[in-house]
């Protein structure tokens, strides 16, 4: 790590962290909340590395004051947090249930009276179950569900949300999700998946103008983006390379921004109207990044135009992620480059990384590892802004160590560690550390 101090950042910078609501809230029942894709994923033997489920998980529903008080003695100007659909409609359909609103009103109402501003993602992939049922994101009407609940949700909290972002990372929903089964709702389809990009876009756009007619906030999407790094220097590596960017990385944002399907790349459930609807305007656009990808030519008889290969000579985190502090301004500057003026102002929606973090003999947990990990992606930031990219904002992921998807609570990310038998929160040292940035501007 260096000792030069960290960079000033501009005035107005938003210093936020971010969460998700299936990941922290627990009460998986409660107050009529329905079942969603993934509690029935947790539930299904095999599925999840620890064998948890995410029923309680950081039990935030019901701690969320004393959350909000560790955001508040962070200082941050902003939460990311995801409203769950099940709790808002239990079926995926029909009126809002106003028990579940009721949570995210509260919530809403003490963060801004911590000064904080709430920042609320509408789809962080708790589909549903009922709607998985008939189809999911493969079926077209699910754009319409979500564009329903968009207007339901921003019906209640249209006048105090600061920032609204529809879909969480849609491509690692239908990667994960959807083309290799890693993740809820668990499906192997491979490239038969594309029709869920599509009509996630599609969702997407239906849903910013729902958001537009009930509040005059800005309207955002987080995506995210790996930087390639090539392995090889054939013809077929180089193909590898760009089909697997114009996957991970152009797919759900040249449409965006107004450009349409990368070649090669376009759904067959295309409708005429639908680009349109998808390139509606949208005021920031939302990075969530972790790290680069390698990338070669695959073997003869791979259903995948790529390979996926582990990057080498990196530090690695807890996930086994490399970490690579510099790609973050690589992918910042490119995306510029690629998208020109068609680019809206960027704030990065996460950033952050696993490590083993446990209390030591006096309780307290040091992550000098991730103290670093931030330094040098703040860092990049900074340099990204240098060089003249319009960032406005970084948002630490996450709060809480919480639930990590199929990895269970094997994988810790949290400023602050979490007991998840007692529910005892311990500010990790990075927590000081970041207060100590945010409080330096
Ligand atoms: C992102 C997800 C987030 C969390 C982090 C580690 O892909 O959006 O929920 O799992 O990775």
Same mark, same amino acid.
């Given at each position: 790590?260096?000792?030069?101090?960290?960079?000033?950042?501009?005035?107005?910078?938003?210093?936020?962290?971010?969460?998700?609501?299936? $990941?922290?809230?627990?009460?998986?029942?409660?107050?009529?909340?329905?079942?969603?894709?993934?509690?029935?994923?947790?539930?299904?033997?095999?599925?999840?590395?620890?064998?948890?489920?995410?029923?309680?998980?950081?039990?935030?529903?019901?701690?969320?004051?004393?959350?909000?008080?560790?955001? &508040?003695?962070?200082?941050?100007?902003?939460?990311?947090?995801?409203?769950?659909?099940?709790?808002?409609?239990?079926?995926?359909?029909?009126?809002?249930?106003?028990?579940?609103?009721?949570?995210?009103?509260?919530?809403?109402?003490?963060?801004?009276? &911590?000064?904080?501003?709430? *920042?609320?993602?509408?789809?962080?992939?708790?589909?549903?179950?009922?709607?998985?049922?008939?189809?999911?994101?493969?079926?077209?009407?699910? &754009?319409?569900?979500?564009?329903?609940? &968009?207007?339901?949700?921003?019906?209640?909290?249209?006048?105090?949300?600061?920032?609204?972002?529809?879909?969480?990372?849609?491509?690692?929903?239908?990667?994960?999700?959807?083309?290799?089964?890693?993740?809820?709702?668990?499906?192997?389809?491979?490239?038969?998946?594309?029709?869920?990009?599509?009509? $996630?876009?599609?969702?997407?756009?239906?849903?910013?103008?729902?958001?537009?007619?009930?509040?005059?906030?800005?309207?955002?999407?987080?995506?995210?983006?790996?930087?390639? *790094?090539?392995?090889?220097?054939?013809?077929?590596?180089?193909?590898?390379?760009?089909?697997?960017?114009?996957?991970?990385?152009?797919?759900?944002?040249?449409?965006?921004?107004?450009?349409?399907?990368?070649?090669?790349?376009?759904?067959?459930?295309?409708?005429?109207?639908?680009?349109?609807?998808?390139?509606?305007?949208?005021?920031?656009?939302?990075?969530?990044?972790?790290?680069?990808?390698?990338?070669?030519?695959?073997?003869?008889?791979?259903?995948l135009p790529f390979e996926v290969v582990p990057l080498d000579g990196y530090p690695r985190t807890a996930f086994d992620w490399p970490v690579v502090p510099d790609g973050l301004r690589d992918l910042l500057v490119g995306l510029?480059?690629?998208?020109?003026?068609?680019?809206?102002?960027?704030?990065?929606?996460?950033?952050?990384?696993?490590?083993?973090?446990?209390?030591?003999?006096?309780?307290?947990?040091?992550?000098?590892?991730?103290?670093?990990?931030?330094?040098?992606?703040?860092?990049?930031?900074?340099?990204?802004?240098?060089?003249?990219?319009?960032v406005t904002g970084y948002f630490v992921w996450s709060l809480l160590d919480n639930w990590e998807w199929a990895e269970g609570f094997t994988k810790r990310f949290g400023l602050v560690h979490v007991d998840f038998d007692s529910?005892?929160?311990?500010?990790?040292?990075?927590?000081?550390?970041?207060?100590?940035?945010?409080?330096?501007?």
């Open positions: 790590m260096t000792t030069t101090p960290m960079p000033a950042f501009p005035t107005g910078f938003r210093w936020g962290v971010s969460t998700s609501a299936y $990941q922290i809230e627990g009460a998986a029942t409660a107050d009529g909340r329905g079942p969603s894709i993934w509690d029935t994923f947790a539930h299904t033997p095999g599925r999840i590395a620890d064998h948890s489920t995410a029923d309680v998980a950081c039990d935030h529903y019901h701690r969320h004051r004393e959350d909000v008080a560790l955001m &508040a003695g962070l200082g941050i100007s902003a939460y990311r947090f995801s409203i769950a659909w099940p709790r808002v409609q239990p079926r995926g359909t029909g009126a809002a249930n106003p028990a579940g609103l009721d949570f995210y009103d509260r919530l809403v109402d003490d963060l801004l009276a &911590a000064g904080i501003d709430p *920042v609320a993602t509408l789809f962080h992939w708790d589909l549903p179950q009922p709607l998985e049922e008939t189809g999911g994101w493969l079926n077209r009407d699910t &754009a319409d569900r979500f564009a329903e609940y &968009a207007d339901l949700t921003a019906a209640r909290l249209g006048d105090r949300v600061k920032l609204w972002i529809t879909l969480n990372e849609p491509f690692v929903h239908l990667s994960l999700g959807h083309a290799t089964g890693v993740h809820a709702p668990g499906r192997f389809l491979l490239l038969d998946a594309f029709p869920v990009a599509h009509h $996630q876009l599609l969702g997407h756009g239906l849903a910013v103008s729902a958001l537009r007619a009930r509040s005059t906030s800005p309207v955002a999407i987080a995506n995210n983006y790996s930087p390639v *790094v090539r392995y090889g220097d054939t013809d077929a590596d180089r193909a590898a390379a760009l089909a697997y960017d114009a996957l991970h990385n152009r797919l759900f944002t040249d449409p965006l921004l107004g450009q349409g399907y990368p070649p090669g790349f376009d759904p067959a459930v295309v409708r005429d109207g639908d680009l349109d609807v998808i390139a509606a305007p949208i005021d920031v656009l939302g990075v969530n990044y972790y790290n680069p990808t390698g990338v070669r030519a695959p073997e003869q008889d791979s259903p510029r480059d690629r998208y020109l003026d068609a680019l809206p102002e960027i704030q990065i929606t996460e950033s952050g990384c696993a490590y083993d973090d446990a209390p030591d003999a006096d309780g307290r947990v040091h992550d000098p590892e991730r103290i670093a990990y931030l330094d040098g992606h703040l860092r990049a930031v900074r340099a990204a802004i240098d060089e003249g990219v319009d529910q005892v929160r311990t500010p990790k040292s990075s927590y000081a550390w970041y207060r100590d940035q945010i409080v330096r501007r």
